[in-house]
């Protein structure tokens, strides 16, 4: 990947009086049109900042949850522009839309050091699209495109990737630049034995990614829901557990392809269909016809924690199991503290993922035991694979 402009790769002066479009991640939990966590907001700070100080009219826009085009209420960013007023401790301009006229004209009226908000961006099925129209619609509202959301860098988003055509200035904000300079590292020299745990739901998600980084890996652990779709292939019976039969080809090459690199769950905790209150914890790898499994269990975590060691690269992505309930989280939270021991111990820890990082949490692990947390699941999966990510792709060639 080539070495791309960051926003201090612009001398400062050319930002005053101009509109700069930030694409960010305000993709923050919401309940009872009350934000309940705003990490994502306040780790924005030194972007919009460095911009506001650089007298730049500061255009922000994010995605919120799934409408899938539609204007869902529970999902408005107007919590987020409330926050935003307290965090930059001035009043921001929510104009309640998208694109469109009243928009840019807003857009334009920004004093110097000013910053506006738009709605959200997936209100539109356009965005997702990649539609062209929209893209064109959404530059119109600046003159200078910046990239701080490198979460949704390897989607080709409008606003990710269509609307960059129109910009001849297109940077990383610092998150994203830091992003880089940290994953481009250990792409260019990973220290082996190099680990890949994965969790979490879809291998379809993920697959692109895995496919990758399976061959760069020494050891792929796989738990979580990912994890029934190969022991399916195994020929392992996983009772109701939801398989992605369309995956089932590809998993059963890999685990010819890769034997021995690729580890399953030995073990389970199950219960019944929709986390049922009877739960059982299984020995072998076989999953009771009518039960799901929930979490691996404790001869799986042995098992996994065996390579989770003080050395090497650790890569991890996809809690490894239905962690949010307590009686699913213990599988979850011993490869959480094993994985925190193993940078203490001296190993290279990489996590990636919202849900993962949120298992983190509530494992009681801190981010300064891990060596970089990064901000996009699926976009640090892509990047350490190797891939180009479109919405790094695009920006300026430094
Ligand atoms: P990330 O956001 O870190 O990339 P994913 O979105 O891929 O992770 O997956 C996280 C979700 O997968 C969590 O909500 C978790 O509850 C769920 N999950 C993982 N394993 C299981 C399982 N065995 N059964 C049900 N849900 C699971
Ligand atoms: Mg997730």
Not at 88 to 100: C, E, K, M, N, S
Not at 103 to 124: D, P, T
Not at 188 to 214: E, H, Q
Not at 289 to 302: L, R, S
Request: aromatic share 10%; glycine share 10%.
């Amino acid at each position: 990947m080539k070495k791309k402009l960051l926003v201090t790769d612009l001398p400062s002066s050319q930002y005053e009086g101009k509109r700069v479009f930030v694409r960010v991640d305000f993709n923050v939990p919401v309940k009872g049109g009350k934000i309940t966590e705003d990490y994502r907001i306040r780790r924005t700070i030194p972007t919009i900042d460095y911009l506001t100080k650089c007298g730049a009219k500061v255009i922000l826009a994010s995605h919120m949850g799934r409408p899938k085009g539609r204007k869902i209420k529970d999902l408005s960013m107007a919590p987020v522009a409330a926050r935003l007023n307290e965090v930059l401790g001035t009043q921001i301009h929510f104009p309640d839309a998208v694109v469109g006229d009243r928009v840019e004209s807003a857009s334009k009226k920004l004093e110097n050091g000013e910053v506006m908000l738009l709605e959200n961006l997936r209100y539109y099925n356009e965005e997702t699209e990649n539609d062209s129209d929209f893209s064109k619609k959404l530059a119109l509202l600046a003159d200078i495109y910046v990239n701080e959301a490198f979460g949704t860098s390897h989607r080709a988003h409008a606003s990710t990737y269509g609307m960059t055509a129109y910009f001849d200035k297109k940077y990383a904000g610092f998150m994203v630049g830091n992003e880089m300079k940290f994953l481009n590292r250990l792409i260019k020299s990973p220290k082996n034995p190099y680990v890949v745990i994965v969790g979490g739901m879809k291998i379809k998600d993920k697959i692109g990614a895995l496919k990758k980084i399976i061959e760069k890996a020494d050891r792929v652990l796989v738990g979580g829901g990912v994890a029934y779709t190969f022991l399916e292939a195994c020929g392992v019976s996983v009772g109701k557990c939801s398989v992605e039969k369309d995956m089932l080809p590809w998993a059963r090459k890999a685990l010819e392809d890769y034997r021995g690199k690729i580890l399953l769950p030995v073990d389970h905790v199950m219960a019944e269909p929709a986390g049922g209150k009877k739960t059982l914890t299984v020995t072998g790898a076989e999953i009771y016809e009518d039960m799901t499994a929930y979490d691996i269990g404790p001869k799986t975590v042995e098992k996994f924690t065996s390579y989770i060691k003080g050395e090497g690269t650790v890569f991890w992505n996809g809690p490894m199991g239905f962690f949010e309930v307590d009686n699913f989280s213990n599988g979850t939270s011993a490869i959480a503290r094993s994985f925190a021991l193993a940078k203490w111990r001296g190993a290279t820890t990489v996590l990636g993922g919202g849900d993962s990082v949120a298992a983190l949490k509530k494992s009681g692990v801190d981010f300064s035991e891990v060596t970089h947390v990064s901000t996009g699941g699926g976009a640090c999966f892509e990047f350490l694979g190797g891939s180009d990510l479109p919405g790094i792709s695009i920006l300026s060639d430094s």
